[in-house]
């Protein structure tokens, strides 16, 4: 078929219900603060952060029949999203992520993402069927996968010879999954994106710094590896040419939900640009910060 997109975005795409408030929260607290409904999940932020960097995204995700996800298909095509291998499973409701985030950062948040582990691999369909590609002809291109995926799945695909050729850029959903990473981490297309925790579940002990993390889990059998850690350092690791770090720009931290997912979409864009390792980390750091600072209203 005719490509009608530069990248794969494949996992959560839901709506965020993100609280926010500039007073400290503990539990039992109600304070005021500003309550916003966006498209998000991270197959939907990396696919919004990708298209501000002139990159058109495709979606495989579920989506509901339901109302909520009449609106939120809607609202994807409108951002200028390939929605058409989208999976809507009939009886099963849109996926929804809600957070509360106070001035020293996330506070709690529960992601229902039932609905999309529900549907397991009828998502990756197009992948299978010669829509997109096949075990025969597999997909070359670059894919953004997301660990709200289950183990199973993501242990499957790790195998799957229609991924086998793919420029699988890969991040785990929270640091409680992370975990469910493990089986991608030796795929040779792979490039994991994780932060610093996430890092030590994947690797099973604690790191210092995002140096010493790129490090532990290319020993650990990682083919790629880049690890942020807030608003110190980042590293990107590869098996072929070792470790390097760039620093994160100082801003004031007025959001975080969403701030891996711009970072990993930034840093795929600048590498489909043809940027340099060292530059295109830069330009990804240099972007999350600017998303944090919340003068990124995207």
Same mark, same amino acid.
């Given at each position: 078929? !005719?490509? !009608?997109?530069?990248?794969?975005?494949? +996992?959560? %795409?839901?709506?965020?219900?993100?609280?926010?408030?500039?007073?400290?929260?503990?539990?039992?607290?109600?304070? =005021?603060?500003?309550? &916003? $409904?966006?498209?998000?999940?991270?197959?939907?932020?990396?696919?919004?952060?990708?298209? $501000?960097?002139?990159?058109?995204?495709?979606?495989?995700?579920?989506? +509901?029949?339901?109302?909520?996800?009449?609106?939120?298909?809607?609202?994807?095509?409108? /951002?200028?999203?390939?929605? /058409?291998?989208?999976?809507?499973?009939?009886?099963?409701?849109?996926?929804?992520?809600?957070?509360?985030?106070?001035?020293?950062?996330?506070?709690?948040?529960?992601?229902?993402?039932?609905?999309?582990?529900?549907?397991?691999?009828?998502?990756?369909? =197009?992948?299978?069927?010669? &829509?997109? +590609?096949?075990?025969?002809? =597999?997909? &070359?291109? %670059?894919?953004?996968?997301?660990?709200?995926? &289950?183990?199973?799945?993501?242990?499957?695909?790790?195998?799957? @010879?229609?991924?086998?050729?793919?420029?699988?850029?890969?991040?785990?959903?929270?640091?409680?999954?992370?975990?469910?990473? *493990? @089986?991608?981490?030796?795929?040779?297309?792979? !490039?994991?994106?994780? #932060?610093?925790?996430?890092?030590?579940?994947?690797? #099973?002990?604690?790191?210092? #710094?995002?140096?010493?993390?790129?490090?532990?889990?290319?020993?650990?059998?990682?083919?790629?590896?880049?690890?942020?850690?807030? +608003?110190?350092?980042?590293?990107?690791?590869?098996?072929? $040419?070792?470790?390097?770090?760039? @620093?994160?720009?100082?801003?004031?931290?007025?959001?975080?939900?969403?701030?891996?997912? !711009?970072?990993?979409?930034?840093?795929?864009?600048?590498?489909?640009?043809?940027?340099? @390792?060292?530059?295109?980390?830069?330009?990804?750091?240099?972007? *999350?910060?600017?998303?944090?600072?919340?003068?990124?209203?995207?």
């Amino acid at each position: 078929m !005719t490509m !009608t997109h530069d990248i794969l975005c494949i +996992g959560s %795409v839901l709506w965020d219900v993100i609280g926010r408030t500039q007073h400290a929260m503990r539990i039992g607290s109600d304070e =005021p603060g500003r309550i &916003t $409904r966006l498209p998000g999940g991270v197959a939907m932020n990396i696919a919004m952060t990708a298209q $501000r960097f002139d990159l058109r995204p495709a979606l495989l995700t579920a989506i +509901g029949r339901d109302a909520e996800g009449e609106e939120l298909l809607a609202e994807c095509g409108a /951002r200028g999203m390939v929605t /058409r291998f989208v999976h809507r499973p009939s009886g099963l409701p849109t996926d929804v992520y809600m957070a509360i985030e106070g001035p020293q950062g996330l506070v709690a948040a529960i992601a229902d993402a039932h609905s999309l582990e529900a549907a397991g691999d009828a998502i990756l369909t =197009p992948l299978e069927d010669g &829509t997109l +590609g096949s075990s025969k002809a =597999p997909y &070359t291109g %670059v894919i953004a996968l997301d660990g709200n995926l &289950t183990l199973a799945l993501l242990t499957d695909i790790a195998r799957r @010879p229609s991924f086998a050729a793919a420029d699988l850029r890969v991040a785990p959903a929270s640091p409680g999954k992370a975990r469910r990473l *493990a @089986p991608l981490m030796a795929h040779p297309g792979a !490039t994991l994106y994780v #932060n610093r925790e996430e890092a030590g579940y994947l690797a #099973n002990q604690s790191f210092d #710094n995002a140096l010493e993390a790129a490090e532990g889990l290319l020993a650990a059998g990682a083919n790629r590896v880049l690890v942020t850690d807030g +608003g110190s350092f980042a590293a990107d690791g590869s098996k072929s $040419r070792g470790v390097i770090q760039t @620093p994160c720009p100082a801003v004031r931290v007025r959001r975080i939900t969403g701030a891996g997912d !711009t970072f990993m979409a930034a840093h795929i864009a600048a590498e489909i640009a043809g940027k340099a @390792p060292a530059d295109a980390l830069t330009h990804a750091q240099e972007t *999350a910060a600017h998303y944090v600072s919340g003068e990124d209203d995207t």
